[in-house]
Structure formats: C-alpha cells, structure tokens
C-alpha cells in the first residue's frame, strides 16, 4: 500500500487534462477502475480509463470546446468516446447501468445514468469499482479499498448473478488472483465453481486473452492448483493431470504438481510475468502423459509418446481459443522437444544449431531446465548435459560457426567457376560442404572449399 496518499500525484497529466475540461464543463470524471487499484496498491497501471457524469454526446463537445483535435466516438453506443490527449489514447465511459445479459457474455443494451453508485454496482469487483477525481479524492461505494488492503477479490452484488450475466468474469478473477496475488472471497469462488460450465458460451479470443494473463502472472501455480477444476471447463485434460501417480523413479511428484513446479521454474521477465509461450509450454508439457501412460512388467510408469499427444491437445486448444499462428507453432515445437537431448558433443550441437533457430533454442533451454529441476533428486542429474549442451552452443557461436549453407565462405557461382557443372550438382555439393564443416573434417575457409568440393567432384566423377 502506499504510503502517501495524495492519491492526484499519481495521475498521469494527460489524464489530468481530460478530467479537468469535463470538470470545467460542470461534469463529474473521475479514473476508475483497474488504474485506482493499482494505484493503491502501490503499483504502476497499464493503462487508465476514465468514467464521468457526462453522456457521450457531453464528452465529444467538451472535448471539441477545449481544442481536442483527435474525438473517437465509434463505441458511444456503449458510453465510450475516445480522445488523444497528449499524445495519449484515453477512453472515456459514461456512468451506465447494464441491460439484460441473455447470453451470459454482453448486457443486451445499456442505458446511461448521472449517478456513480449506479455505475458502481454494474463492476465487476470490489477492487475494480473505485473512482479517483482530479483533486485525489476516492469515492469507494462497494468498499473497495478495505479488501484491496486485506487482498480479496470480491463481487460486486450477489455473486451467482454477476457470474451468470457474463461468466468470463470467472476468468477475469482468476487472471486478478494471478497477476496481482488477490485471494478470492468464499462466496464469490462459491459462485466461480457454480457457474463455470457458462465458459463453454464465451468466444475463444476473450478466453484466450484472460488465459495468458491467468498462466503468466506471478502467482500462476497457486492459482491453477486452486482452481484447476474451473480450467478444466475450458481444457478437460488438465483434470487427470491431478494426482496422477507417474510411477517413475525420476519423479517425486504426480502430474499436475510436476507441471506446476516447472511452471514456478520459467522466470519471470522486467515486467513480472513470464513468456507466453514459455508460460504455456509449461502447462502442456505434460499434459498427454495419463493417455499415454502405461506399466511394465517390473512395475515402471511409461509414457513414451506424451510429446506427441500433448502436441495434439496443445495444437486443439490453440485453435478452438484462435492463438496467433506464431505462438501455436513455436509452442507444439516446444512440446514436442521438451524431452529431447543431443548428445553433449561439438557435432551433435552444431547440427541442433543449424536445425533451429538460436531465439528458440535459447526458450527451448528454458524449458527443459524448469522441466529437470522439477524432477526427483535422480532425474535432476540430466542438468549436466543441458548445462554441456548450453556451453557448446555458447561456444559455437563465440567462434561464429556456420549455421546455414548462406554462411559457407563459397556460393554456387564460385563452384561453377572452379569447374563443376551448373545444376543439380551444386546443390548437392554445398550440402556436402557444409556436412564437412559442422563434422570438422574442414574449416569454413574459401580455399579450402573449393579444394574439398573439386576432390570430392573428382572422386566422384
Ligand atoms: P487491467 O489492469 O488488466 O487493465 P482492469 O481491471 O483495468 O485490469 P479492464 O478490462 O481494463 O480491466 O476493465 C476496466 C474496468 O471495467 C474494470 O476495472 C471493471 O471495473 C470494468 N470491467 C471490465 N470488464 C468487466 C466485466 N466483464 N464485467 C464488469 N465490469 C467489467
Ligand atoms: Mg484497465
């Protein structure tokens, strides 16, 4: 919490500019929302949203009276102009109260009101129903403040209806308690539980958006442990993943506590959360492990083909929640080779280097040094060949290896000079020279290419 409470210092001048011209025409503005709560909580915001007594049309001709060249009112329907303040984008929201949700996702209409209470009661958590005016006054009609301090997300009004109106308010809660570390209030997890199956009415994009904030905040495990039951609506295998018993001498955890230790491992950037993509090859690493899950004779768990079947569910939630094409395919990749090891020798690394991209074996490295810490005291002793592996790709790239046939110190046209044939054969003759180099049986040295390729032409011959 802070401990100055001249709460107006916190609110960035352009934000200031806007709530003074409504101010000045007679309105009440305020900053609401997620920005006051962050802005008592001692945090910076992401953004800040604005809310005043005004109707849209009031907003735009404030606005246009004061000189603001840059007035968006595509969404005044719903009570949001936009304006460029400064350089600034800020949304500025009417009071409003929400019509009927028919389909727990979207009020059927809106209708605007002159009072802050009213607004304040269509929020959707305590925390989130908070007003800071220009002057640093807080108006809290749901009592916010008190469960910020004491970390408790709470709905506004009877939890069961706020949830049943739109139930990605669900994972909007769990995304809170994992990025900001908010425990959820009994009856309002009462009513997540109760009410989780409406997820299935929600679109994947606006699923998806909540997801990222829910696997990448800091308090991630805590809250997919808790509330794994709830996930499990939106991915049905992570509910064997509980418990599941791996048999294996090599792990001390089952399933689901396994994958979020690894979790837990991937550290967490500039900004406290962690990479997606990252974030989310964690959390299905493992995933296909209880379908591929068999026991041998002696009595030991396997599950050789859980890379391919954790892909398989990965890949189908990737679609059904429309991840960008970037984000599935580097995710299936991750999955796919989280368990895969070269052997720790300059060869064997220098082909994985010329197979992938460094920036990706820079998250695939990540991920399998969360993934080996996350095992038995047994299990943890492949370290060593992550770390034999790490050392040769440093040292590869210190010398500047050559990583592609691009990089080879010789190009076609060399090799047609020096005397071989145009066509099929110079293809196949800068594969072969390139095989030589990353085997070091040459260097990558133009001279000495081309006398490797003309003996190899000549052998050949
Ligand atoms: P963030 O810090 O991620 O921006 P936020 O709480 O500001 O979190 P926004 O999506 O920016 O979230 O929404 C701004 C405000 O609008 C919220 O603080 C809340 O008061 C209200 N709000 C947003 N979505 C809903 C919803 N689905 N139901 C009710 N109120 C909502
Ligand atoms: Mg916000």
Sequence with gaps: MRTNTDYSA??????????????????????VGGAVRDIIAGEVPADYDLATSALPEEVSKAMRDAGIKSIMDHAAKHGTITVMADGHSVEITTFRTDGEYSDNRRPDSVSFTRSLETDAARRDFTVNS??????????????GEDDIEAGLLRAVGKPELRFAEDALRILRALRLASTKGFMIEKATAEAMREHAPLLKNISGERIHAELTGIVTGKYASDVIREYVDILGVIIPELLPMKGFDQHSVYHHL???????????????EEDGRRSEELALAALFHDIGKPETFYIDKKGAGHMDDHPEAGCRIAGRVADELRFSNHLKENLLQLILLHDEFVAPDRISVHRLMVSYPAAFLDKLAILQRADILAHSELGRQRIKRLEAITGLRAELTAEGACLSIRELKISGDDLVAAGIPAGHKIGESLRMLMNAVIEERISNDKDELIGYAMKLFRENE
Excluded at 10 to 30: F, H, K, R, T, W
Excluded at 131 to 141: E, Q, R, V
Excluded at 257 to 266: C, F, R, Y
Aim: hydrophobic share 45%.
């Design 10 to 31: 916190y609110i960035p001048e352009y934000c200031q500019l806007v709530l003074g011209i409504l101010n000045d025409s007679g309105y009440e503005a305020y900053v």
């Design 130 to 143: 908070l007003y800071l005016s220009a002057d640093g006054i807080i108006k809290d009609p749901m009592k």
């Design 254 to 268: 089952d399933v689901l506590e396994h994958t979020l230790a690894v979790l837990d491992g991937i550290p967490l």
